[in-house]
């Protein structure tokens, strides 16, 4: 499957997916408020990504709106949000460079194996539940950061590395089990 086909078979218009791409606009205002220091704004704008996070696929799969573009969409939007978020802390409220390159890595990462693998599935590889939870702590250390509590914002650093890491070998394994299965055919 061509990355072109996902849209011309797909509904694109779908409030599941219109939640995703509210993701993308919330990571970028996001951005703003951080490196503004408009904190309380901010903070909303996290909770808001998180909600939707959840809701997108909730909709999806309650209204029957699941969709190859919808497997795309929810996952980007994430590391868009995540990764604004993160640069912007970075800038304005101090959160480790080395935090920052490892989330953005991550999601990197993850996103040029899902890319290999619509051409060898024939499809898009959905989000699974470690990813959702990495994003969900790595939103936690975000708030951390914005309302700067220092007293857990170190527990919140490591918990974030140790979900990112886990999430991370997870797609490593889910990717090569789907890529063996697909050679074993």
């Known amino acids: 499957m061509k990355f072109t086909e996902i849209f011309k078979r797909d509904r694109i218009w779908t409030v599941s997916n219109l939640l995703s791409i509210s993701r993308l606009f919330i990571g970028l205002l996001l951005y703003y408020f951080i490196v503004s220091r408009h904190t309380y704004i901010a903070i909303v704008l996290v909770l808001i990504g998180v909600i939707t996070d959840y809701a997108d696929g909730w909709v999806a799969r309650r209204r029957g709106e699941t969709s190859e573009l919808g497997k795309i969409l929810d996952p980007v939007a994430d590391k868009v949000a995540i990764a604004l978020g993160s640069v912007g802390l970075y800038q304005a409220y101090g959160l480790p460079l080395w935090i920052v390159v490892i989330i953005i890595s991550r999601d990197i990462l993850i996103l040029i ?14 989000s699974e539940m470690p990813g959702k939870i990495a ?51």
Do not use: C, H, P
């Open 113 to 126: 194996g899902s890319i290999f693998l619509i051409d060898k599935v024939k499809g898009i590889v959905a």
């Open 135 to 185: 994003v969900t702590v790595v939103s936690v250390l975000l708030l951390s950061y914005l309302f700067e509590w220092l007293a857990i914002q170190q527990i919140f650093l490591y918990l974030s590395l140790a979900a990112i890491i886990f999430s991370f070998l997870f797609y490593v394994i889910k990717f090569m089990k789907i890529i063996a299965s697909k050679n074993e055919q």
